[in-house]
């Protein structure tokens, strides 16, 4: 029953993040998520077959998190009023969706309720974390490539971005243990505080 409570309250944090997307895209000018129902709470539309379901189960039955991600948020910069600032305030709105999500399971956690809501708590925030920092990555797809719109051009991107998948296999071969060590030291820091 935890691990379902946990699963289902993880698979909530990935579709926070793209709602987060999804609302901001649409508060700065771009009605092209509002349009495919993804400013929604509705688990369905957001479901992404490898990344909702399969790398979530395979992540957290091979290492003992989670991690996924859901459908992609479609949205269209040439709506947006300020095509360099939006976009990155557009990709920002995820990684900050998590890190207020851990915030409040970090709150859950320091109040040691019980045993549940304290394991509970603890998984959220470590996969909320996660979330957030492998987001925030200067690696197109990835959110936190969006700061390069701040000395690219949307043209210079949309190229640097082809080649993204190639980007983020080297770091995950690459960096991944350094990765997820910083991931532990932040987690264990925060516990702590």
Known sequence: MEVLIVIFLIFYSIVLHEIAHAY?????????????????????VHIDPLGTVLIPLFTFFSFGFIFGYAKPVPYNP??????????????????????LILIFFLFLYKQNLSPLINEISFYL???????????????????GSKLYLLFLSLDEYVVLESYGFVFL??????????????????FLFLLSF
């Open 169 to 186: 296999v080297l770091f995950l071969i690459l960096f991944q243990d350094i990765f997820f060590y910083l991931v532990n030291k932040i």
């Open 78 to 99: 040439e709506n947006l009023k300020n095509k360099i600032r939006d976009p990155i305030l557009v990709a920002l709105a995820g990684p900050l969706t998590n890190i």
């Open 24 to 44: 901001v895209s649409y508060k700065l000018g771009d009605p092209t998520a509002k349009y495919e129902g993804r400013i929604s709470l509705n688990p369905l």
């Open 125 to 143: 925030v470590r996969t909320n974390l996660i979330l957030a920092l492998f987001n925030l990555l200067p690696i197109p797809p990835l959110d």
